[in-house]
């Protein structure tokens, strides 16, 4: 299976430079986001920055200084110039999401912005 397959909802965007993941937010495991709504939690593209950077902590640590996140309020995006290590990270970020006991897991112990 193609990586974009393997990663949808999520989508690649390859530039010169670096390349993206990005996710129009809103829709997808928005139920998870909502079980935290009293404390602002919407599913908006900073959410789902506030988890990649829990995850990228507590789950991918060699990728800290690699990944970069750039949200906004209907899109979160994760982008980096080296390639492979986004890669790296789409998968195994989406990877953790579909997995809904983890993603409820990881969202309890991340810090909203």
């Known amino acids: 299976m193609d990586i974009k397959e393997k990663i949808k909802p999520f989508f690649l965007v390859e ?7 990005l996710l129009n937010t809103g829709s997808y495991k928005s139920d998870i986001f909502q079980e935290r709504s009293s404390e602002g ?13 829990t995850f990228i902590i507590e789950k991918v640590p060699h990728l800290h200084d690699t ?3 750039d949200p906004e309020a209907d899109m979160f995006c994760a982008y980096s110039n080296d390639k492979e290590a986004l890669l790296e990270f789409a998968l195994a970020f989406h990877d953790m999401c ?16």
């Open 41 to 53: 939690s919407c599913g908006n593209g900073y959410d789902w920055s506030s988890l990649a950077e």
């Open 67 to 69: 990944i970069d996140l």
């Open 15 to 21: 530039n010169a430079d670096d390349m993206s993941l």
């Open 98 to 113: 579909e997995d809904d006991g983890q993603m409820r897991d990881l969202f309890s112990r991340t810090e909203l912005d």
